[in-house]
């Protein structure tokens, strides 16, 4: 077991990091905290000695990834209600805001790859090892999701605009 400094510790450091990982899949904020929680608990209760920071962040990474999908192939996920949530990240530009938006309405295998790539600066040689995919599967799914992105974040420029000459 992990002493409850180191814990404390990594929880403090890489909370945000889960949570926003977690939520990029599920979608539900009360989801995300479950399986932060879930996380940090396997990780107390793991032996797993890691060799540095980095070795931890990927760990918890791929532990937060099983979680959000075995969660999301559950009986129980599909029959619930979510809930409105106001703990999703909060950015101060509206562009910003709305970009993360449509991040978060693309579908999980694109929002996984989109969110390690872009928000938490990983490698694509890392995401593939943390994901368990090829390469090129990373590859492949960051080029569709931007695709999607483009088209999504554009329509809603589009919108706003209509919106504004409307008025």
Same mark, same amino acid.
């Given at each position: 077991m992990m002493d409850e400094t180191r %814990?404390? &510790?990594? +929880?403090?450091?890489?909370?945000t990091m889960v949570f926003r990982l977690a939520y990029s899949y599920t979608g539900s904020c009360e989801d995300a905290e479950?399986?932060?929680q879930d996380v940090?608990?396997?990780l107390y209760q793991s032996n797993k000695r890691f060799n540095?920071?980095?070795h931890m962040k990927a760990w918890l990474l791929r532990v937060t990834v099983n979680a959000a999908k075995a969660l999301l192939r559950s009986s129980w996920r599909k029959r619930r209600a979510?809930? %409105?949530? &106001?703990? +999703?990240?909060?950015?101060?530009d509206a562009a910003n805001r709305e970009l993360f938006d449509c991040v978060m309405r693309l579908a999980p295998k694109y929002k996984a790859v989109i969110y390690m790539y872009y928000y938490e600066d990983y490698p694509v040689k890392e995401i593939a090892r943390i994901m368990k995919i090829s390469e090129t599967a990373v590859t492949t799914r960051l080029g569709?999701?931007?695709e999607q992105l483009k088209r999504t974040y554009s329509t809603a420029d589009l919108k706003k605009e209509e919106t504004l000459y409307e008025s």
């Open positions: %814990l404390s &510790d990594a +929880v403090a450091k890489h909370r479950d399986i932060s940090f608990l396997k540095d920071d980095e979510d809930l %409105l949530c &106001d703990d +999703v990240p909060c950015y101060q569709r999701g931007r």
